[in-house]
């Protein structure tokens, strides 16, 4: 004890004389303007001591283990028996905890120690992410024996680590990795969970060995199969991230210059990353940088409305409609969607027969101002794509299909491409569900399914297999995504990684906002009683609600702001 804080003394006298050295006068100097990445800050890591309790040792281990992430987890294996240690796989599995203090139950003649963790997720050895629903409790058990000096060590444990969620905030950090779409034009990334000290080695590792089974047929990677990383160290020298790939990591031309551009994209989103030097066997992986894959397409700034019974556009500054020879809308439509490319628009009609329109197909020159309207003149021609009972609200995906479902008794999704291609997807998964949502992601790997099972709300995303075309092919397996979710009325996807699900309200109290990222956390927003209907073009903060007394509001700071009045519904692409 006389040591530490000796120790201590000496830092904080180091500390004030730093602090001594400070300029105070004197000219000002231009900086550089580059701010490198902050250091990830490390849990203090303290061994065993001397005559320490049962309790004492299991504890002091699970507080080692948190600062095990950032080295080789040595001082947490002091704490066990020469067998345990070696057996031990700390990576295998980390269960996050919600923070706070755990108590545990010492069964002494049994030798174990217990602990009922609440649970707020869990992450895998590759660091996806499953989020636990509030109230899920963990049953952790340590066996505990004396060794030769009489020591309490741990002589028993399941493979993993448990953290605290404050704790596994700070040496965790959350990061995309890039992969490409089946035409090779869009960027697909996956949320994975690493920890912060090497961050670029996880991070290249994880990304080289490809994506997880769920996404696997939805996307291509540059990496042919047993690819890997030569020197199992990425290092970054002024901003510079060196990455050695394997012999067997060296594809065709066309892997190699994607497989340049995953690695610059995932690697360059770190911190303290600006660039990436990558090689196969010491020879650069590609002679020049190619820049063939984009980012999703963001929806344009301008809606698609139902408003009086007609249809219009909303350009950020005023309400347009078609002009009355076009005609009003045909008696039952709801549920507006609006193309990528703003050609089209698709509805519901009566719940059973989702029909499209090219109305809006000129843009704002061919229409009227909302206020300038007189009698619509009959009702405006579409064209039925699907029909069916009770079908789910459409939406395109960024290839032109329109996607939807029967909400009762489903085994599958529609997919129905502008020339009227109907494709009829599996998905028997969702027998005995009510579907609330389909909706696709902008890259188009991906879909959105948002189901009721009883009275559960469920939120998964599929992967999309298509032809190099964009057909869509077939739907995988679901990867379930969010946690405590409540009855959802609508659902969109926010950015690549987020999704919003729109709860109901009653009275006056705020209808429930739930940001769900997929590979990652849940986070609960308060929308506004009566809203509706959601939609956004890129990022929780261009989120646009409309409630039911045709009030149009958008994000400000942390309320919302009204921008129209009077609109039945609002819809950006997507």
């Not at 992450?123 to 009489?150: I, W």
């Not at 308060?526 to 009030?551: E, Y």
């Amino acid at each position: 004890m006389r040591t530490r804080i000796a120790a201590l003394a000496a830092a904080c006298a180091l500390a004030l004389a730093a602090c001594t050295s400070i300029p105070t006068s004197g000219p000002v100097s231009e900086g550089t303007g580059e701010v490198e990445g902050a250091e990830p800050i490390v849990p203090f890591a303290e061994g065993p001591q001397i005559g320490d309790s049962v309790n004492a040792t299991v504890s002091g281990f699970i507080q080692a283990t948190a600062a095990g992430f950032a080295s080789d987890f040595s001082v947490a294996r002091e704490y066990l028996t020469v067998p345990a240690r070696n057996q031990w796989d700390p990576l295998a599995q980390v269960t996050v905890y919600d923070s706070g203090a755990l108590t545990p139950d010492y069964d002494e003649g049994a030798g174990k120690v217990v602990y009922s963790v609440p649970v707020a997720a869990w992450l895998d050895d590759a660091g996806r992410m499953v989020e636990a629903e509030a109230g899920t409790q963990s049953q952790l058990q340590f066996e505990v024996a004396q060794d030769v000096g009489a020591q309490w060590r741990i002589s028993g444990l399941d493979d993993g680590s448990l953290l605290a969620e404050a704790t596994f905030n700070r040496v965790f950090l959350p990061v995309s990795l890039v992969f490409a779409s089946a035409d090779g034009t869009t960027v697909v990334p996956e949320l994975r969970w690493l920890p912060q000290t090497n961050v670029a080695t996880w991070a290249a590792r994880e990304l080289v060995a490809g994506p997880s089974p769920w996404l696997a047929n939805a996307v291509t990677t540059g990496f042919p199969a047993g690819s890997a990383l030569a020197v199992d160290s990425v290092v970054v020298t002024d901003g510079v991230a060196a990455v050695q790939l394997a012999s067997q990591s060296a594809g065709t031309p066309e892997q190699r210059a994607l497989a340049e551009q995953q690695l610059r994209l995932t690697l360059t989103a770190l911190p303290g990353i600006r660039d990436v030097d990558v090689t196969v066997a010491g020879v650069p992986l590609v002679a020049e940088e190619a820049d063939t894959l984009t980012r999703e397409p963001v929806p344009e700034s301008v809606a698609a409305v139902f408003i009086d019974g007609r249809l219009g556009l909303w350009d950020g500054d005023e309400l347009l409609v078609v002009p009355d020879a076009v005609g009003a809308l045909p008696a039952g439509s709801d549920e507006l969607a609006t193309s990528y490319d703003g050609t089209r628009v698709a509805f519901r009609v009566d719940r059973d027969r989702i029909v499209v329109s090219d109305a809006l197909a000129g843009g704002a020159p061919d229409l009227i101002p909302a206020e300038d309207a007189g009698r619509a003149q009959g009702t405006m021609e579409v064209t039925t794509m699907v029909e069916g009972a009770d079908l789910v609200a459409p939406s395109f995906d960024r290839y032109g299909w329109v996607w939807t479902a029967p909400a009762v008794d489903p085994d599958g999704v529609t997919a129905v491409a502008e020339d009227g291609t109907v494709m009829e997807l599996d998905a028997r998964w969702l027998a005995g569900r009510v579907i609330e949502e389909v909706v696709p992601s902008r890259d188009g790997a991906r879909v959105l399914v948002v189901s009721r099972a009883g009275n559960q709300t469920v939120a998964e995303v599929v992967e999309v297999v298509r032809s190099e075309a964009g057909e869509p092919l077939s739907i995988g397996e679901p990867l379930q995504v969010g946690a405590n979710l409540g009855r959802a009325i609508d659902a969109i996807w926010v950015d690549d990684l987020t999704v919003a699900l729109l709860g109901t309200s009653s009275g006056d109290e705020s209808a429930p906002l739930w940001l769900v990222s997929v590979g990652g956390r849940t986070t609960e927003d308060a929308a506004v009683p009566d809203a509706v209907s959601i939609s956004a073009r890129h990022g929780d903060r261009s989120i646009t609600l409309v409630s039911r007394d045709g009030t149009v509001r958008e994000r400000a700071g942390t309320g919302w702001s009204q921008i129209a009045t009077g609109v039945d519904e609002l819809a950006y692409a997507g």
